[in-house]
C-alpha cells in the first residue's frame, strides 16, 4: 500500500498542466490551458486545464478532475497504478506502507541491469572499439549510459544472482517467455542505449547489434513504463537547452543524438525505431522550438521527413527540413570534424510547408496533363490542412510550383463546393472513421479485413477504403483521418467488435432490400433471406466475423 503522505507530496511535485500536457496538444486559453477532449469526439475545444487551480473540466462532456484523475481515465488504471504511473514520470520515489509497488520494483530492476550493462562495456573489446570508430567519446559513453549485453544465458544468470524474479523482469521488458514457456532475453550480444522520460527516469533500452543480425536495432517492447510513440531519445538530456535554445532538432538513431550532443549540437533527439507521429506532438510544442527534421537523404529518410513535415505543418509547428546527402548523417560528419558543414547545412534547411509542396510535385510527372492533375490535387488537400491565413499566403508558392493558376486552387472542382465543406456537411460514421484509423495505425490487420469487407460494404467510405487497400495512404480522406487527433484506433478486440456490427449493419440492410426485389426468383430469394437470417446474422451478433459471402449481391 503506498504512504498516503507520500502521495500527497507527489501531489505538491506535479504540474496538471505538464502531466496532461504529456498526452495532449495544449494550447494557451488567456489563464488557461485547452484542446479537443480526449474522451468524447469534437472538433471545437472544449476541455479546459486550470493551472491554477490544478484541475481539468470538459464542458462538452462534462468529465474533470486532477492529473491523477485525468492519468486514470486516459490509461485506464486504478488509482495505485496511476500514482505509480505519475512517480515514474516525475522520478519521484513513493514510499509504502507494506512492500513494494509495481512501478517502484519495475524501475529498480530497469536500474539494476543498466548497471550491469554499463560495467559489461569495459569487458567487451569488439563494443568498446566499434564506439570508438564512430567517433564517440569515453564522455559521451559516460553521459549517455552506453553499455553492452553479453549472452541471453548470462542476462538470465545475472537476473538469478540477483535474486530476481524472472516474471518481473519480463514485465520490465528484459526478458520474454518462448513458445515453450522457456524465458529468453530480449537483447543478447548488443551494445545498450538506455531510454529515459522526459522527466529522466529509465524506462527503457535500445540495442544496436555488433553481428549480422538482420534486425540492426531493437528496442524495449511497450510496457507499462515504455511507449515508444510518445518518447524521444535524449530528450531528457535536450529538454534544458530546447526551453533555452527555442530550437529541437529530430534526426534518425541513437548514434545520431550521441555525436550532436559530443559536438555541440545539445538539441538533438530522435524517434525510437519509428516514424514521427500524432503522439509526439504534445512533446515537441513544450517551450514551442522550432522543429528542425534531420533526415538522411535516401528514400526511407526522404520519406520520413515528408510525412513528419505534412505531420508538423498541419499543426502549426514552425520548422524546417534538412536531408544530408551523399549517404552521410549528422553522426558522419561529426566523425570526420566538419562542424562547420553540419552547422551551414542546420541552419540553412528547407521550411516545412515548401518542403511538402515541392516533394509533392517532384513525384508527379508533370508534363503528363493527367499525373500533373494528380499532384495538384494532392497538393489541395495538404493546402486545406493548413489554417486559413497560412494557405492564402502559400498559394502562389504552390501554383508556381505547379505552374498554374492560383485562384485554381480557389474553384471548387467540376463546379462542386471546396472537399472542407463537403467533408463538413457529410455526416460522418464514427465507427467507420474508427476502423480506417485502425487499419492505417496497424496495417497487419488489413488482410483480416479484406476477407470480410468488400468495398462495396463500406458505403460512403468506399473510396477511402480502397484506397487504403491499394496502399495509397496519401489519399485525401486518409491523410486528414490521420491527422486528426479526435479520431483514435481501436484495440484489437474493439475493432473486431466494431466490424461485426457495421457488417451486421450491411446484412441487415440487404435484407430489407431483397424481402422487396420482385426481380429475384422465389427459390433464390429465400435462400438468401434464410442464409443472412440463420447463419451470417446469429454468428455476427455473437461477435464472430464472418467472411463475405460472395453468393449475396451487393
Not at 481539468?56 to 486532477?66: A, E, M, R
Not at 512501478?103 to 554499463?118: G, K
Not at 508558392?397 to 463546379?415: N, T
Request: glycine residues 8%.
Amino acid at each position: 500500500m503506498i504512504d498516503p503522505s507520500s502521495i500527497e507530496a507527489l501531489k505538491q511535485t506535479i504540474d496538471i498542466v505538464d502531466v496532461i500536457g504529456n498526452y495532449l496538444e495544449l494550447k494557451k486559453a488567456g489563464a488557461n490551458y485547452k484542446c479537443n477532449c480526449p474522451f468524447h469526439g469534437e472538433k471545437t475545444p472544449s476541455f479546459n486545464v486550470s493551472p491554477a487551480k490544478q484541475i481539468y473540466h470538459c464542458f462538452g462532456c462534462g468529465v474533470g478532475g486532477d492529473a491523477i484523475k485525468f492519468v486514470m481515465e486516459y490509461e485506464k488504471l486504478s488509482y495505485p497504478e496511476a500514482i505509480e504511473k505519475l512517480a515514474s514520470m516525475y522520478n519521484f520515489s513513493l514510499r509504502y506502507t507494506q512492500g513494494q509497488g509495481d512501478y517502484s520494483e519495475t524501475r529498480r530492476i530497469l536500474e539494476m541491469i543498466q548497471q550491469w550493462y554499463s560495467a559489461n562495456l569495459d569487458r567487451e573489446e569488439s563494443a568498446r572499439n566499434y564506439l570508438k570508430e564512430r567517433g564517440i567519446t569515453q564522455a559521451s559513453v559516460e553521459a549517455f549510459g552506453i553499455g553492452y549485453v553479453p549472452s541471453g544465458q548470462e542476462v538470465i544468470n545475472f537476473l538469478r544472482s540477483r535474486s530476481i524474479p524472472l516474471p518481473r523482469a519480463e514485465e520490465a521488458g528484459i526478458i520474454a517467455k518462448g513458445e515453450r514457456g522457456e524465458y529468453y532475453a530480449r537483447l543478447n550480444r548488443r551494445i545498450t542505449f538506455p531510454i529515459f522520460s522526459p522527466a529522466g527516469g529509465l524506462v527503457g533500452f535500445g540495442g544496436r547489434t555488433l553481428g549480422d543480425h538482420p534486425a540492426k536495432y531493437i528496442n524495449s517492447p511497450q510496457t507499462r513504463l515504455f511507449n515508444k510513440s510518445r518518447l524521444l531519445y535524449g530528450y531528457h538530456r535536450a529538454k534544458e537547452q530546447i526551453y533555452r535554445q527555442k530550437e529541437l532538432i529530430v534526426c534518425e538513431g541513437y548514434l545520431d543524438v550521441i555525436m550532436l550532443h559530443q559536438a555541440g549540437f545539445t538539441t538533438a533527439v530522435a524517434t525510437l525505431g519509428t516514424a514521427l507521429t500524432a503522439e509526439h506532438l504534445p512533446l515537441l510544442r513544450k517551450g514551442e522550438p522550432r522543429i528542425l527534421l534531420a533526415y538522411d537523404g535516401d528514400s526511407a529518410g526522404i520519406a520520413a521527413a515528408l510525412k513528419a513535415a505534412r505531420l508538423l505543418s498541419a499543426h502549426g509547428f514552425d520548422g524546417s527540413v534538412v536531408l544530408f546527402p551523399g549517404g552521410q548523417d549528422p553522426a558522419d560528419m561529426v566523425r570526420q570534424g566538419d562542424l562547420k558543414g553540419l552547422a551551414d547545412l542546420l541552419k540553412h534547411g528547407t521550411p516545412l510547408i515548401p518542403f511538402v509542396l515541392e516533394r509533392i510535385a517532384s513525384i508527379h510527372d508533370l508534363s503528363d496533363p493527367r499525373a500533373k492533375e494528380r499532384a495538384f490535387a494532392e497538393m489541395r488537400s495538404y493546402l486545406e490542412s493548413l489554417s486559413p491565413i497560412v494557405r492564402e499566403s502559400v498559394l502562389p508558392q504552390a501554383a508556381s510550383i505547379l505552374g498554374v493558376s492560383s485562384g485554381l486552387f480557389r474553384q471548387s472542382p467540376e463546379g462542386r463546393r471546396p472537399p472542407s465543406e463537403r467533408f463538413a456537411e457529410r455526416k460522418e460514421d464514427p465507427a467507420w472513421q474508427a476502423i480506417l484509423r485502425t487499419l492505417l495505425e496497424r496495417e497487419e490487420l488489413i488482410d483480416e479485413t479484406v476477407d470480410l469487407i468488400t468495398p462495396e460494404m463500406a458505403g460512403q467510405y468506399r473510396s477511402a477504403y480502397e484506397a487504403l487497400l491499394r496502399g495509397e495512404r496519401e489519399d485525401p480522406y486518409l491523410v486528414r483521418l490521420t491527422l486528426d487527433e479526435a479520431i483514435r484506433p481501436l484495440e484489437e478486440a474493439e475493432f473486431r467488435r466494431t466490424l461485426c456490427a457495421q457488417m451486421e449493419r450491411f446484412y441487415r440492410r440487404r435484407l430489407q432490400e431483397l424481402t422487396r426485389d420482385t426481380a429475384l426468383p422465389y427459390d433464390r430469394k429465400s435462400y438468401l433471406i434464410r442464409k443472412i437470417k440463420t447463419d451470417i446474422l446469429p454468428r455476427l451478433r455473437k461477435g464472430e466475423p464472418v467472411p463475405y459471402a460472395s453468393d449475396i449481391p451487393l
